[in-house]
């Protein structure tokens, strides 16, 4: 079994930046992944420049804040008040040409601060907008970078392109309420295997900015038991990899 930890969110905060920094030069993820469109953006890419983090993707973003592109070029995925619509909404609104359009920007956006990405995820679910996913697909294409695949659907139609992905995706930790048993249960299911698995995690500490932007705040339980995983060498049999590695 090969294991790819990736923490998303990294730009979201100061105190989000913060955390998955910790998390990084602690070996408790392998990965992560860097949401463009923030105002603490440029935070998270200063960190990685000091750092030299080699692991670092690009969190595809079409829900929260503002597009990178002026609103008037994206329409359809903006309110009223050049915001993105949240996610339950975003396949209602979203035509597939002002979503490429957009992922397109925010992966450029990326590559300005001269970083190379080692992959392509996404915030929230792009997988149940075939549309969206669409595109993502084909930018991981042009950009010779392989994504997360959350469902056997998506990773099937990823592989159709030739585009690299993990072999299964487990967003239990992260759903369903960060404990290490949940980690100690993925290892023992899958530790006999040639699998490669992406376990999705969004640790971070939680400031004011953090608690008035988001109803996620379990993200310190998350570095928490990420801790306790290493403590208790709960991944001694696994190889933790990034998605270049892939």
Known sequence: MRLIINAD???FSKSVNEGIMFCLDNDLVS???IMVNTDFADDAFKICKQKKYKNIGVHLNLTYGKPVLPAKQVKSLVD????FHYMCSLGYWTKYEDAKKELKAQIEKFLSYNITPSHLDYHHYFDDIPNIYKAVVELAKEYNLPIRAMTKQSRDFARQNNVKT????CFSFHDWGAKVETLQELCNEYKDTNLTIELLTTPGYIDDFTKANTTYLNREDEINELLK??????FKDIELISFNEL
């Open 9 to 11: 969110d990294f730009g």
């Open 80 to 83: 009223e008040n050049g915001k």
């Open 166 to 169: 993990a072999d299964a995706f």
């Open 31 to 33: 990965s992560a992944s």
């Open 229 to 234: 995983a290493k403590e208790l060498n709960v």
